[in-house]
């Protein structure tokens, strides 16, 4: 018949504009389904920034009736004048670098053990979790207990074991790491749970053809859990250090930055010039450096821990 009539054997596809019937009906319910969530991104992220910028440039005092343009005095005065800031900053760092590797050190061992439990997981991963989902002040006060040189348990134990009581919240050389101590035990759980999402997501027959091929427990975890969980330990070390460098709840209600600055950090200091000493642009200037340093550390991480594999 085709033949006969010339008809070609091959149809061409009737096309409506170059777009599938139905495309601008589901592209417009798409529009309409992201409205709510970008107007909060607008309203809760971008505006705020949006105003801290500005704020950067002014001499704002919330008690002030105007707010002379100063243009970058604010930065010089962080970088060049102040040494507080220069302290918060240094203590921000030390704190984040030292509280990262400790959380992922600690927390991927136990999703480790906890991936190899079948009885009584879901109890565990609970209590793991736990702290996780306690108030950040609660947490905080629990640890100032823990930490008390009269009554904490802590020295308690020390003094049975015949060691010497140690001022934990009052000594410089102890504050920031003690207040260290406290978030990485509340902040662990939720890491677990995400490196055990991630191991429970490694296909069982890896593991399997390597234990056919002789390898052992270890070459196991270097030559099959490591590589497949990359992207989740990307994931985990850069949320925990935005967390970290914003650290703020711990300190001010452990120490106040003290004793002698030794544990302020640059959220706690931000936090005093704008609302205490009324130098909200300062204050301003200072949040958007913090934003800056941890959007180029965030950059910096997924930069060289990027990885491409499949399974």
């Not at 999703?111 to 991963?125: P, S």
């Not at 306690?134 to 905080?140: G, I, K, L, M, N």
């Not at 902040?187 to 052992?216: E, M, R, S, T």
Request: avoid cysteine.
């Amino acid at each position: 018949m085709a033949a006969v009539t010339g008809e070609p054997l091959i149809r061409k596809k009737t096309r409506i504009g170059n777009r599938a019937p139905g495309h601008a009906s589901r592209m417009r319910f798409v529009a309409i389904s992201l409205i709510p969530i970008l107007s909060l991104l607008v309203v809760f992220s971008l505006l705020p920034i949006g105003i801290a910028g500005w704020l950067s440039f002014h001499r704002y005092n919330q008690l002030a009736p105007t707010a002379p343009w100063i243009g970058l005095r604010n930065y010089e005065f962080a970088f060049q004048t102040d040494p507080f800031f220069r302290n918060a900053l240094e203590n921000t760092l030390k704190y984040a670098l030292v509280a990262v590797p400790v959380n992922i050190v600690l927390s991927l061992p136990i999703a480790l053990g906890l991936n190899q439990i079948k009885r009584f997981r879901a109890v565990f991963r609970t209590a793991f979790f736990m702290p996780a989902v306690a108030s950040a002040v609660a947490v905080s006060l629990l640890w100032t207990t823990i930490y008390d040189p009269q009554a904490g348990w802590l020295n308690a134990f020390m003094n049975q074991v015949g060691l010497s009581s140690q001022p934990w919240l009052r000594d410089p050389d102890l504050a920031i790491w003690s207040v260290l101590a406290a978030a990485v035990w509340q902040d662990l759980g939720y890491n677990i749970l995400i490196f055990l999402a991630g191991l429970q997501g490694i296909p069982d027959d890896f593991y399997d053809a390597a234990k056919v091929d002789g390898a052992g427990p270890w070459q196991r975890f270097r030559g099959i859990t490591l590589p497949l969980l990359q992207r989740t330990t990307v994931f985990v070390l850069v949320l925990t250090m935005i967390s970290y460098l914003q650290q703020f709840t711990h300190i001010q209600v452990m120490t106040g930055g003290g004793p002698i600055r030794s544990s302020e950090t640059l959220v706690l200091y931000i936090y005093g010039k704008g609302f205490q000493d009324l130098q909200m642009g300062y204050a301003a200037a200072m949040s958007i450096v913090l934003m800056g340093i941890i959007l180029l550390i965030t950059l910096v991480q997924l930069r060289l821990l990027r990885s491409r594999w499949e399974y």
